[in-house]
């Protein structure tokens, strides 16, 4: 017997037994963060019903028929992002982004009509946002737990075939966005309906690279200890569209009722994964799989709802309660609890505050099932738990200057698998965010 000390090929993933499947990748793309302007990131998104605000058109493209004045406006964001297993057995690794989540351009045009119930302006908005940012880095080990070999009995590829090992440790680097890019009209009818439509269009980007390593108490008849290092990188990139259609209704002056549908994105995904296997076992087999593959796809994603209520207080504020939900085959619904409050001081004053929970698209214990038609490097994927936001706004809305700033602060749990018979290691992050708006108007 000689020891193998040998680079080889993983695609351990043959015959679609091993590794993540698409739709974990369309589970991942359907991922959002609360984004945008810093008055809708200061109510934590529960906008629905109050309107006013181009973040807000996203969810309910009726909000913009509120506009009385043509505006632009721009958001600059730093996020600072803080990733952790549970108990914290590793430092927390730390990343700092800037990015411009929010451009938009809105036009209001009035029709002049002097009748009550007649249509008082046609509004316009051609908008870009940030709806989700992964960029983030993910360090976690565990003890005895199932090793990777164990999935491959039938497959001749060299992992050692302990069905155990004795430690285990997933590296894991992430890096995209998820843009989308709004063409929004909406009308006004008599200072109380508000009808809207729009075309949303989504360009899709993810770069991740992950170093997984398992270590036995086996060692080779030259007293040398087995390990499995699995190296694999997965990029994927992809557009989509969708339409939203909105209503905002107030039959009465302290009350508005929102309602917002996005119907699903439909779109073309491309997916490109490559890896490479070293172990250390007692024999030397090479591996037939290919180190490379790729494929196109098209695919939709989930439909999302949105229900609001809010209720004015005369001209010094507002209390907006807000419920999205998405729904997505093949997993659980989405359901996000939104609370904001806006209190205005002083004319031209604005303060908010907001809460939001978000549920998981995937119970814990849910595995999503490989496509067995396409092979796969990387074996990891993740099941998002619940996520909560807490935030808070300032802003200035002057005769023609615009000015807002915003702190967020995020919390999330996430299972992470290094592969399919893996037990998950419990990931923690919390993200800070300071977000500033600029914008005029006229």
Not at 182 to 196: I, K, R, T
Not at 271 to 278: F, K
Not at 409 to 422: K, M
């Amino acid at each position: 017997m000689k020891r193998l000390r040998y680079i080889l090929i993983i695609i351990s993933l043959l015959l679609g037994r091993v590794g993540v499947g698409f739709c974990q990748d369309f589970s991942r793309l359907s991922e959002r963060t609360i984004m945008g302007t810093a008055r809708y990131v200061g109510m934590s998104g529960a906008m629905t019903a109050i309107g006013g605000d181009p973040s807000s058109v996203f969810d309910n493209p009726a909000c913009l028929g509120l506009y009385q004045h043509s505006e632009v406006l721009i958001t600059f964001d730093e996020m600072i992002d803080h990733t952790w297993q549970s108990p914290e057995y590793l430092s927390k690794p730390r990343r700092t982004l800037f990015m411009c989540p929010q451009a938009s351009l809105v036009l209001s045009i009035p029709t002049y009509s002097s009748h009550p119930w007649g249509v008082q302006t046609h509004n316009f908005m051609f908008a870009y946002r940030r709806m989700h940012t992964y960029n983030r880095t993910y360090e976690a080990y565990a003890y005895n737990e199932p090793s990777l070999g164990s999935l491959l009995p039938a497959l001749d590829i060299p992992v050692c075939n302990d069905p155990f090992t004795s430690y285990n440790k997933l590296n894991l680097w992430e890096a995209g966005s998820v843009s989308e890019y709004a063409f929004d009209w909406s009308m006004n009818v008599g200072h109380q309906f508000y009808f809207g439509m729009g075309l949303h269009i989504q360009d899709y980007i993810l770069n991740s690279d992950a170093e997984y390593i398992e270590k036995f108490d086996s060692t080779n008849v030259e007293g040398v200890r087995l390990y499995t290092e699995n190296n694999t990188s997965l990029q994927f990139s992809g557009v989509s569209c969708n339409f939203s259609f909105g209503f905002l209704y107030r039959p009465l002056q302290w009350l508005r009722i929102g309602f917002g549908l996005q119907t699903p994105s439909l779109g073309s995904l491309r997916t490109y994964t490559s890896g490479t296997l070293y172990a250390q076992t007692d024999s030397l087999r090479r591996s037939v799989a290919p180190s490379m593959s790729s494929r196109d796809r098209s695919f939709h994603l989930p439909l999302h709802l949105s229900t609001s209520v809010a209720f004015q207080c005369g001209a010094y504020g507002m209390l907006s309660f807000q419920h999205d939900y998405t729904k997505q085959s093949k997993e659980d619904a989405v359901h996000s609890l939104r609370v904001g409050l806006e209190v205005i001081p002083v004319l031209g004053l604005y303060i908010n505050a907001g809460y939001a929970y978000e549920s998981t698209f995937q119970p814990a214990d849910k595995i999503i099932p490989m496509d067995p038609t396409f092979d796969r490097q990387d074996t990891y994927f993740l099941h998002p738990r619940q996520t909560q936001y807490a935030s808070c706004a300032v802003g200035y809305r002057g005769e023609n200057v615009i000015v807002q700033a915003a702190y967020q602060y995020r919390w999330q749990g996430i299972n992470l698998f290094a592969h399919e018979l893996s037990n998950p290691y419990d990931i923690h992050t919390d993200t800070h965010r300071i977000v500033f708006t600029i914008g005029w108007r006229r």
